[in-house]
């Protein structure tokens, strides 16, 4: 995983087209295809704060808005502020002394009255600064500050969430009235051709069901034809940088954008969440973490590198030169326990992607239609409504091949994977008999292959080499999805591979 | 190590392991670890009181250029966390040098201030009062709030430190000189 934050030149292709490096793809063990984040379905699992690390369940982080109740980021430099206490001395008042005739006899005996206040420890900020009056308990209450349109946002809100409400209640109507007409026969409990809403109506009374909402209106806002002059002293008086905010802390916090740095207030922490992925195509689990904010492990952990031999470029002949004969070095390792053989061949035409992207289409279009009619009955009556299927439309693979492959003669063996064999210095590697030309060497599970490519004839100066291959191999799948078949199977899978070799040189 | 050229105050501590080299004068109260640093040889250096040195921090006096002070005075009660390099032309009271933070020559620092960690300052230029620099692009804010002070550490270093290193002796006590006199 060395590769995780470097942009890597050897990328996969998803099934959806897009390119990736292997550490960014996962692979569904059911359709037993590689997955981009974009091919997946991301649901949230856990809503916590990263610093308390306590969960909070989705309406009490919906009613605070995504913000953590206790913990505060820093307003000048976003990092979170921690909690510092600070006894002070106060002497006794003479009023307090009245209740405890024990202590008034001790007049010297003071109160360390505690206090705590939030400081940084980055930019040493503190609470202090803009004046926060300390609290008495750690977890304090903190001052919530109004900002100026907190009315006017409020309102807004309400009156859209009035839209929305009206909107849901028509398309209902709607959506009565059709089905009604739908109907060929008559249903049981609509023997009589009439139902309770249609009594109401024949009778004069008001509906019941729809009760009608109180519209709330907004006054809208206006645009302003005049503005006040800039003041005097905007351009006499020096400006004192330091005193003024930056960008990014008054994006911190939108709702003041404060001008000057005496008015940053504490910000309450963002909250971070927990996904778990699900295949678009079979809706299985792909990724599913574990539920305790405090852990960072998975209960389904799919990641392609886990399952997908990976491909590194070792070394390449260099200088690149169009149209002439080069040599490269791959390594392959193999992450599964088996054996895996493994064929290179030819990127598959223009024609055949698009007879790929079709395939796909239509798979997902079948699914798509079957889910919807297994579940159009639940789905209408449960308020619980899946998040429909986007599906990321298939595309040609953007990067093209600037180089042309020379393909490997024949297929080769990858052995699996074996933790011990690390430690076991003695373990001879075992020696195939008959190596193929193309391996340079083997080590444990990984292989390097030495390969020949031409680049383009007509490629000039800085242009990218890219070589791409399909990578065929075989996998066992260990989770049988049919019960009766026990002993694991045995596919032969492709994933295609671009790696980018250089550009040549000047 | 002989070092000729050093004073050390009563009641300052200075670790034999540390690697100080010219005219260094260490006042009273100064706690400078081992491994650390301190190069007078272009020109002395002189310590005020409660100074702490941390583990490879680096100070040297490069005042060289005629006109800038010759002696790189550095006030009371600063402290040079692990690893710092300071090469100031002089030195205010209560600053703080954070871990791994770097102040290049020509950087004049009043007082107050802090530099955060794995922070540069270069370039010509004197830092105002309380002036904090942090974060990864050196940005600079100026502390309303008084820094608290560095006595309680300094007391636990004092009765730490003599448990494990060896220390250099005072040699040098005004009163002493005063009442020879």
Known sequence: MANFMVESCVKFACSCGILNPLSKLYFCRHCLKIRCGFCLCHEVDVRFCSNCLENIPSSEARLNKSRCNSCFDCPCCHHTLSIRATSAQVARKSGEETPKEGDAAD???????????????????????????????????????????QSRFQSILEYYQNVVIQNKQEKQEMMRRKTLKAHKFPSLTDRTGLNVSMIRRQIGWPDKNTPKITKATVTPSKALEKFDELPEKMFTEKLNLRNVTTIEQRHGQPAHQPFTVNKLYPQRKNLCIKRSLRCRQCEHNVIKPEYHPGSIKYRIQL????????????????????????????KLSNPTIHDMTITIMDLPTQDEEYEMMEDLKKSFEKNFTSLITSSSTALSTSSFSRQTSITEDPRLVSKKTTADMKMLESSFILNHRDDSAEFDELAENPTVKDEHKFIVSRKSNKVSLKVNFTPNGDLVAGDEVIIGFTMQYTYINTVSNTPDKKEPQQHALTSRVYINMGRIPE | MDVPDLKIYPKALVCEESNIKGDVIVSAGCVIHPHCNINAENGSIIFGENCIVEEYATISNKNKSPGNYEILYIGCNNVFEVGCTVEALKIGDKNVFEAKSIVSNEVEISNGCIIGAGCRLEGKQTLLENTVIYGNDCLQREALEKQGSQILQIDYLRKLLPNYHHLRKSNYDPKKIRSAV
């Open chain 1, 107 to 149: 007049p010297s005996k003071v109160l360390t009255k505690k206090s705590y206040y939030l400081a940084c420890l980055a930019c040493r900020w503190s609470s202090r600064d803009v004046g926060i009056p300390d609290q008495i308990s750690a977890k304090g209450a903190w001052p919530e500050n109004e900002y100026v349109y």
């Open chain 1, 303 to 330: 990641f392609a590198a886990y399952h997908v031999p990976d491909v590194w470029l070792v070394s390449c002949e260099k200088p690149l030169k169009a149209g002439v004969l080069c040599q490269a070095v791959l």
